[in-house]
């Protein structure tokens, strides 16, 4: 019944594939049909396993991106289908019914956690600087499309090039046929080294950029005016002790009102600052502290010209939580130590006035009402004014909630986070877990529903139920001609996930038994004894393998063997019809 399944596509860091599409597929179902690019031959069929022989074909034809069903969208209302699971990793075929995949996924996520390290590393320094990505290169041949581009065009030494003016550009690389094999980022400020519609190799350089600063780049040819850029008060000349260079550094003001920021004034009117091209707003560009201004006041600048720069904190070593605590804080749904606001709405930013020491910073949607955030000073901002974000990105540094990413993105960018965050860890260790061990956890922490707003149901308001009887009860009303609830859907880590079971006797075994027993007794609850772990504890059957209920009503039908006559081994006293065992 599933209709709903999610994108699989490989895994690639700063540019570099760590886990090709091939890998990630293997042993999975195809939600529809995987057809080649080129040819249109169907090479998955709907519903089929995606074998060795399949994942072969997929990668040959150069798909980068495959429909297929998963645990987490998995609509089975106990337990979860064979088809989104799979293939069984044990056995190298379609999983068999009964099998307890969730105490498989458990044992796959907790065996290698023995081999994960309690301690917070140190990262930064000498070592990340030569990580850092500092250049795009294609995978795929064919031709260069831009996507969402605004560009300036520049040349050196005779060599032509573009300057990236905006953010959230994309270079595509389309086939003959104009289906896009490729989609790239690209960092604003970056230098794109091709031109639209040229045909390119693979491993071409698309573009290049400073991996170590964010720039501050002039839209507008003009005259530079500073701005609340005051020698000592909010910037300081430092001098570097290897080159000897000056540079003029932002630094925090006491002034709580100063705006250190640069303007761009018209040539032929030095009082007039210039719009920004295709906007209503002035070219003036706010800078934040630590920022490095590398122009002087009165230079004339061309649009694409540097005027600032923002160095990146990779060089200073920071803590991060790596190892157990990090799988543990994932699974447990905690908010991280350094919390980063996400944006909840696509539009453009603003800065208002600053409020009690923390910035204000506005973003405006093109309709309906603009959103605040309070940022306290001192937290570099991601982001720059009159930028325009997405929803869900992050407005500064530091790790996002995971609660900010479900309210905001939803339930599959949240799993698909929590996924690449928690197999993140293991990876740093040198540890293969695949996805679907993982899935089925993240599964179990996102079954309940918060319900907002009731309806003409029977649930009360901050209720938590759990999802398919949200669904069932929400059914139940519109037959009736009713006004459904409204629900959120819930992140519930891993603890508070056991607790919330259906089942009284599973909850008790766990963890707070006075607690959960009393309140199971009060309710007059009824358990079911449908999981595993309440049949252990009343002695019965498990209903999973051959104790589920569909192998109770298989008929066995006996063939008699006919066993040859005994020969010279029933005179060494063996029975009739045993072969001799190894």
Same mark, same amino acid.
């Given at each position: 019944q599933?209709l709903d ?17 091939g890998?990630? =597929? ?5 939600l529809?049909?995987?057809?080649d690019?080129?040819?249109g ?6 519903g089929?396993e =995606? ?9 040959d ?7 297929i ?9 106990s337990?979860i289908?064979?088809?989104c699971?799979g ?11 009964g099998?307890a @995949?969730?105490?498989?996924?458990a044992?796959?996520?907790g065996?290698?956690g023995?081999q994960?390290?309690m ?6 320094? *000498? ?8 250049s ?7 031709k ?15 060599k ?6 905006n953010?959230n550009?994309?270079?595509a690389?389309?086939d003959?046929e104009?289906?896009?094999? #490729?989609?790239?980022p690209?960092v604003?400020g970056?230098h794109?080294?091709?031109e639209?519609?040229q045909?390119v190799?693979p491993?071409?350089t ?12 002039s839209?507008?040819t ?6 609340? !850029?005051?020698?000592? @008060? ?6 570097d ?5 000056i540079?003029?550094?932002i630094?925090e003001?006491k ?5 250190p920021r !640069?303007?761009i004034k018209d040539?032929?009117?030095p009082?007039?600052?210039l719009n920004?091209p ?12 630590? *920022? ?14 540097l ?12 803590? !991060? ?7 543990a ?12 606001l =996400?944006a909840?709405i696509d539009?453009v930013?603003?800065?208002g006035?600053?409020?009690k020491g ?6 405006e949607?093109e ?5 605040e955030?309070? !940022?306290p000073?001192?937290?570099? =901002? ?8 997405r929803? #869900?990105e992050?407005?500064?540094d530091?790790?996002?909630n995971?609660?900010d ?17 928690i197999?993140e860890v ?5 540890v293969k877990?695949?996805?679907k061990h993982?899935?089925?956890v993240?599964?179990q922490?996102?079954k ?6 009731v309806?003409?149901t029977?649930?009360? @308001?901050d209720?938590?139920?759990d999802?398919?009887?949200?669904e069932e ?5 519109l ?6 609830a ?8 891993i603890t508070k ?7 009284f ?13 009393t309140?199971?007794?009060i309710?007059g ?6 999981g595993l772990?309440?049949n ?16 109770k ?10 066993y040859?006559q005994?020969?010279q081994e029933?005179?060494?006293?063996q029975e ?7």
């Amino acid at each position: 019944q599933t209709l709903d399944g999610i994108y699989m596509t490989a895994l690639v860091e700063s540019g570099e594939v760590i886990q090709g599409l091939g890998e990630r =597929i293997l042993g999975r179902v195809a939600l529809e049909d995987v057809k080649d690019p080129i040819s249109g031959e169907v090479l998955v069929r709907s519903g089929e396993e =995606i074998d060795e022989e399949k994942v072969a074909k997929i990668t040959d034809a150069g798909i980068e991106r495959v429909l297929i069903r998963s645990v987490l969208t998995c609509r089975a209302r106990s337990g979860i289908c064979a088809k989104c699971y799979g293939r069984d990793l044990a056995r190298g075929n379609m999983v068999n019914l009964g099998e307890a @995949v969730g105490v498989m996924a458990a044992q796959s996520i907790g065996e290698p956690g023995t081999q994960l390290t309690m301690r917070t590393f140190h990262i930064g320094g *000498a070592a990340v600087r030569r990580a850092e990505q500092s250049s795009l290169e294609n995978r795929t041949a064919g031709k260069v499309a831009f996507r969402n581009l605004q560009k300036v065009e520049r040349s050196t030494k005779g060599k032509k090039y573009y300057i990236v003016m905006n953010r959230n550009a994309e270079i595509a690389i389309v086939d003959e046929e104009g289906r896009e094999r #490729g989609k790239y980022p690209l960092v604003y400020g970056a230098h794109i080294l091709v031109e639209e519609g040229q045909h390119v190799e693979p491993n071409t350089t698309l573009a290049e950029w400073d991996p170590f600063s964010m720039s501050i780049l002039s839209e507008v040819t003009g005259i530079v005016q500073f701005g609340d !850029i005051l020698q000592g @008060v909010t910037m300081e000349e430092k001098t570097d002790e290897v080159t000897g260079l000056i540079s003029r550094v932002i630094i925090e003001s006491k002034d709580p009102d100063a705006r250190p920021r !640069i303007s761009i004034k018209d040539p032929n009117d030095p009082e007039r600052t210039l719009n920004k091209p295709g906007s209503q707003s002035m070219a003036r560009y706010q800078l934040p502290v630590g *920022a490095i201004v590398v122009v002087e006041e009165g230079q004339k600048v061309a649009a694409g010209d540097l005027l600032a720069k923002i160095p990146r904190e990779t060089t200073k070593t920071k803590d !991060i939580t790596g190892g157990l605590p990090r799988v543990a804080e994932l699974f447990e749904a905690r908010k991280p130590k350094d919390v980063a606001l =996400i944006a909840e709405i696509d539009g453009v930013v603003r800065f208002g006035k600053d409020v009690k020491g923390k910035r204000r910073l506005i973003v405006e949607p093109e309709v309906g009402s603009p959103k605040e955030y309070l !940022i306290p000073r001192g937290k570099h =901002i991601s982001v720059h004014e009159g930028e325009f974000v997405r929803a #869900g990105e992050a407005l500064m540094d530091g790790s996002p909630n995971p609660h900010d990413i479900l309210r905001v993105l939803g339930e599959k960018e949240l799993a698909k986070y929590l996924v690449n965050e928690i197999q993140e860890v293991y990876r740093l260790q040198g540890v293969k877990i695949n996805d679907k061990h993982v899935e089925v956890v993240v599964r179990q922490m996102l079954k309940r529903v918060r319900v907002k707003d009731v309806g003409d149901t029977n649930f009360l @308001v901050d209720d938590q139920v759990d999802r398919f009887a949200f669904e069932e009860e929400n059914e139940r009303v519109l037959a009736q001609g009713g006004r459904p609830a409204i629900g959120e859907p819930m992140l519930l880590g891993i603890t508070k996930g056991a607790l919330a079971s259906d089942s009284f006797l599973s909850a008790s075994s766990f963890q707070e038994t006075t607690k959960v027993l009393t309140e199971a007794a009060i309710q007059g609850k009824v358990d079911r004894l449908q999981g595993l772990k309440e049949n252990v504890i009343m002695g019965r059957l498990i209903p999973a393998g051959t104790g589920r209920k569909e192998y109770k009503r298989l008929d066995i039908e006996v063939e008699r063997l006919e066993y040859e006559q005994p020969g010279q081994e029933q005179e060494q006293g063996q029975e009739p019809g045993v072969s001799e065992l190894g």
